[in-house]
């Protein structure tokens, strides 16, 4: 997104476009999935006086605006990415830690259970599945 786009965006809302806002955006477009703590410090090599709090409540800003999409990919923060990007379900494994992303075309049995039987649509942007990947698996 442009820097005029998102200017335009808060002035509708009646905010402006800040320097610390344009740095938090342009960093989790960079970063990919971002915590607010990688976030902050992504930001502060370049503005030093940014503070974790202002990344936060921007984050929530940026997400009002449909910027940005979160996950919660471990007990800890969430996990932010650009709105912009496919969406798609998170494979987190429990022992390494890695992320992978898979075609959301993946949970169509149980979205589609869901949505005939509990008319409940599933935001398959936030799903994130938690298990062991190919290289950490128990042995068999």
Do not use: W
Not at 39 to 61: C, K, Q
Not at 105 to 129: C, N, Q
């Amino acid at each position: 997104m442009s820097a005029t786009s998102l200017a335009a965006m808060l002035r509708e809302r009646g905010l402006r476009l800040t320097p610390q806002r344009q740095l938090i955006l342009e960093a989790v477009h960079e970063l990919g999935h971002a915590t607010p703590e990688s976030v902050h410090n992504a930001v502060r090599e370049r503005a030093a006086g940014v503070n974790i709090t202002t990344v936060y409540r921007t984050l929530e800003l940026l997400e009002e605006l449909g910027l940005v999409n979160h996950t919660h990919l471990s007990h800890g923060s969430p996990t932010y990415h650009a709105a912009g990007e496919d969406q798609h379900v998170h494979l987190v494994c429990r022992s390494c830690g890695s992320i992978a992303e898979v075609d959301p075309a993946v949970m169509e049995p149980v979205t589609g259970l869901l949505l005939r039987e509990r008319e409940f649509r599933v935001d398959v942007g936030h799903v994130s599945l938690f298990g062991l990947c190919g290289n950490c698996k128990e042995p068999e």
